[in-house]
């Protein structure tokens, strides 16, 4: 049995980020690099029809909607495994979410010691799961060092085992401490991570400069039956498929799964938050899950 893995987006940023999607291929990884926001020719390939919409929230009720949302909260010690499985530092609480802060859902992350924060985590398990879509989230990120934010799909039924064997899709994650990988601050966006075991990965890198992430961006996910799609403001970044690997028919994205939004502080591979800074902020605008016709 071998390891499939599958990165989305990552985007490096200082004046200007860089993004990278990459797709399941068989091979050496490529690097190809593009402007950002990439030519109209790439951008706007494979406009989709949606369809119904399955879910919308605006996060703009006095209150996060919980027949539709569960609070995550704790360390991760009776859920994944302490640290939520990056040894990280934040526990995550319900006051930690917020609805309505100038009209979006605000996660905020509070230093409460010197190695220690509360933070926030949402989910929609056993409320709202699907299987292929659209998936649409605005967002801005935070940028300074430390904070880990993402916007993610996990399995529901988990054929292969917890998380992460099940695999996962990333619309956005966020860690500047990536810039001590590769240029100043970046963003990663894998389209998920299907571990049978841990030996071999095949992708296809595109890269492209000019994206701030602390501004405002709707980041997309288009999940068909053998296919993920990846967008930021409805442009088009690049396709995943499965590999041409003997566990090709392995592709865990075949299962129903369910939504996550969290930020966590400072995880293994991560940087520390400067001693100075006692809070962090996530924004979500809105969420809309829709199919595609």
């Not at 526990?91 to 802060?101: D, L």
Request: hydrophobic share 35%; charged share 20%.
């Amino acid at each position: 049995m071998k390891h499939l893995n599958c990165k989305g987006i990552l985007l490096l940023a200082a004046v200007v980020a860089t993004l990278v999607s990459t797709r399941w291929a068989a091979g050496e990884e490529t690097p190809l690099h593009v402007a950002w926001p990439p030519p109209a020719e790439v951008a706007q390939q494979g406009q989709i029809a949606i369809g119904e919409v399955m879910l919308e929230d605006s996060f703009d009720g006095e209150h996060l909607n919980e027949g539709v949302w569960n609070y995550n909260l704790g360390d991760g010690c009776d859920d994944v495994q302490c640290g939520w499985g990056n040894w990280e530092r934040q526990v995550y609480t319900q006051e930690s979410v917020q609805t309505n802060v100038d009209g979006t859902l605000r996660i905020t992350a509070r230093r409460t010691g010197p190695d220690s924060w509360t933070s926030g985590r949402i989910n929609t398990k056993g409320k709202f799961e699907f299987l292929y879509g659209r998936v649409d989230v605005r967002a801005r990120l935070p940028t300074v060092d430390g904070p880990f934010a993402a916007l993610w799909l996990a399995s529901a039924t988990n054929p292969y085992g917890p998380w992460p064997h099940s695999g996962e899709m990333d619309m956005v994650e966020f860690q500047s401490a990536w810039n001590k990988l590769y240029e100043p601050e970046q963003m990663r966006t894998p389209c998920g991570s299907h571990t049978v075991n841990r030996r071999e990965s095949q992708s296809v890198t595109f890269w492209a400069e000019g994206l701030d992430p602390s501004g405002w961006h709707t980041y997309s996910l288009l999940w068909r039956p053998g296919q993920l799609e990846y967008r930021i403001d409805d442009l088009f970044l690049g396709r995943s498929s499965p590999p041409s690997l003997d566990n090709k028919d392995d592709w865990p994205f075949d299962q129903p799964f369910y939504l996550v939004i969290n930020l966590a502080i400072e995880p293994y591979w991560g940087s520390k938050v400067p001693d100075d800074i006692n809070e962090i902020t996530l924004d979500v605008d809105w969420i809309r899950v829709s199919r595609l016709d």
